[in-house]
């Protein structure tokens, strides 16, 4: 059981917008700590996505956008692609745990 | 290019050790922070342990606490994980994974592909 919430799916049809939640509390998002988010397509190592809640790393389209409000944090997808189809985490660091954690991870599936 | 490369994954039994290592390359290794996440089999990310540029920071989450080491050497440009006292859920797919700075507190970036640790009798 994470400390940090994301829900097990999303799906979208292509062309679509969909938004991925990310609720923590006051021990890590709500303590200030920024949120990063990865992407991960079945059967590959994890990709940094989104950084400092709403950065993008260079090479990600801007399709992909992230934004942090109080306890939560959240990732907007639009324009689906098929490509887009995989499971994304978010992450934040725990000031209680004194550790990082992640969300338990959302699959997106494109229909 | 930043590479990653993880070894040393085994089918051990439970209570016995391993040790993994992570080969770094393509950058100032010991300019940046390192970490090990583990990926239970069709499960998510779980943050295993991390260790700053300079080994003053290190952490641990606590489902390996007292049982893990992490260490690196820098002259090596290597990351290691020392794994006692082996439980069944630790079976995992564990990456290293590079922060983006030297502070334990940065984000991660790249991740290599992983080395498959598998705890059974």
């Known amino acids: 059981q994470s400390v940090v919430t994301q829900p097990p799916s999303v799906s979208g049809a292509p062309g679509q917008r969909v938004t991925i939640s990310c609720t923590g509390s006051s021990s890590n998002i709500g303590a200030g700590y920024d949120v990063h988010w990865y992407q991960q397509i079945p059967g590959t190592a994890p990709k940094l996505l989104i950084y400092?809640?709403?950065n993008r790393p260079s090479g990600v389209p801007d399709r992909f956008s992230g934004s942090k409000s109080g306890t939560s944090a959240s990732l907007a997808i639009t324009g689906l692609q098929a490509e887009d189809e995989a499971d994304y985490y978010c992450?934040?660091?725990?000031?209680?745990?004194?550790?990082?954690?992640f969300g338990g991870g959302t699959k997106l599936t494109v229909l | 290019e930043v590479q990653l490369v993880e070894s040393g994954g085994d089918l051990v039994q439970p209570g016995r050790s391993l040790r993994l290592s992570c080969a770094a390359s393509?950058?100032?290794?010991?300019?940046?922070?390192m970490h090990w996440v583990r990926q239970a089999p069709g499960k998510g990310l779980e943050w295993v342990s991390g260790i700053s540029w300079n080994s003053a920071n290190i952490g641990y989450a606590d489902s390996v606490k007292g049982r893990f080491t992490i260490s690196r050497d820098n002259a090596k440009n290597s990351l290691y994980l020392q794994m006692n006292s082996l439980r069944t859920e630790d079976t995992a797919l564990y990456y290293c994974v590079k922060g983006v700075s030297g502070s334990y507190f940065s984000w991660f970036d790249p991740w290599g592909q992983g080395s498959l640790v598998t705890v059974s009798s």
């Open positions: 393509g950058f100032t290794f010991d300019n940046y922070a």
């Open positions: 400092g809640n709403s």
């Open positions: 992450q934040s660091y725990d000031s209680s745990l004194s550790g990082w954690v």
